[in-house]
């Protein structure tokens, strides 16, 4: 059998508006690539990436969903198994940024309660063409209490830190990640009255 070359392994997925760059970044950070060509993701995608934390090896899976509303059913359906969500907007599109608030409510409807989110708005290199202000990410990012920065694939501004700063925060909370287990001790000696079997 094949030994295993990781120590955990993370779901991430990417959500967001259609052209928002949720590929671009995936890219950028999977392979280090930037492409100029628009090709719009048809159903869901993904890549997989392996990085060290903690002194551990974890491997990230990332799935890349379409944004356009005919692919909804197949993408939300991934939201359940995801351990982190990244939400993409475009800085130079206002209406991508509007519809963060329905990204957030599609996550409260199908993923679990503990899933950490992130909140990227993508394209800052394009500051002549900015439609949302900087504060305004800010200010949604805060009022639902999720991390919040402006990134560009392009330019690769903020690309790795943001993925890695979703895994820190997954890895945060993964029972198991130090030597000292938490919760129930299985190997305790069961002590006083009611012993069954």
Same mark, same amino acid.
């Given at each position: 059998?094949?030994?295993?070359? %990781?120590?955990?392994?993370?779901?991430?997925? *990417?959500?967001? @508006?259609?052209?928002? !760059? #949720?590929?671009?970044?995936?890219?950028?950070?999977?392979?280090?690539?930037?492409?100029t060509t628009f090709i719009s993701t048809?159903?869901?995608?993904?890549?997989?990436?392996?990085?060290?934390?903690?002194?551990?090896?974890?491997?990230?899976?990332?799935?890349?969903?379409?944004?356009?509303?005919?692919?909804?059913?197949?993408?939300?359906?991934? %939201?359940?198994?995801?351990?982190?969500?990244? *939400?993409?907007? @475009?800085?130079?599109? !206002? #209406?991508?940024?509007?519809?963060i608030s329905k990204w957030l409510r599609?996550?409260?409807?199908?993923?679990?309660?503990?899933?950490?989110?992130?909140?990227?708005?993508?394209?800052?290199?394009?500051?002549?063409?900015?439609?949302?202000?900087?504060?305004?990410?800010?200010?949604?990012?805060?009022?639902?209490?999720?991390?919040?920065?402006?990134?560009?694939?392009?330019?690769?501004?903020?690309?790795?830190?943001?993925?890695?700063?979703?895994?820190?925060?997954?890895?945060?909370?993964?029972?198991?990640?130090?030597?000292?287990?938490?919760?129930?001790?299985?190997?305790?000696?069961?002590?006083?009255?009611?012993?069954?079997?």
């Amino acid at each position: 059998m094949a030994k295993k070359t %990781y120590d955990l392994l993370f779901k991430l997925l *990417l959500i967001g @508006d259609s052209g928002v !760059g #949720k590929t671009c970044l995936l890219f950028r950070f999977s392979d280090d690539a930037f492409n100029t060509t628009f090709i719009s993701t048809i159903g869901i995608d993904f890549k997989i990436k392996t990085v060290e934390l903690g002194g551990k090896k974890i491997k990230l899976q990332i799935w890349d969903t379409a944004g356009q509303e005919r692919f909804h059913t197949i993408t939300t359906s991934y %939201y359940r198994g995801a351990m982190g969500i990244m *939400l993409v907007y @475009d800085i130079t599109n !206002g #209406k991508s940024f509007e519809n963060i608030s329905k990204w957030l409510r599609n996550i409260d409807e199908h993923a679990n309660e503990d899933v950490e989110k992130m909140i990227l708005g993508n394209k800052c290199d394009m500051e002549d063409k900015r439609q949302v202000p900087k504060d305004r990410g800010t200010s949604i990012a805060q009022e639902h209490g999720i991390p919040f920065l402006e990134t560009s694939a392009k330019a690769n501004i903020n690309v790795d830190k943001g993925f890695m700063e979703l895994a820190q925060a997954i890895l945060n909370k993964t029972p198991g990640r130090d030597t000292e287990p938490k919760g129930v001790d299985i190997h305790k000696q069961e002590t006083g009255k009611g012993k069954c079997c």
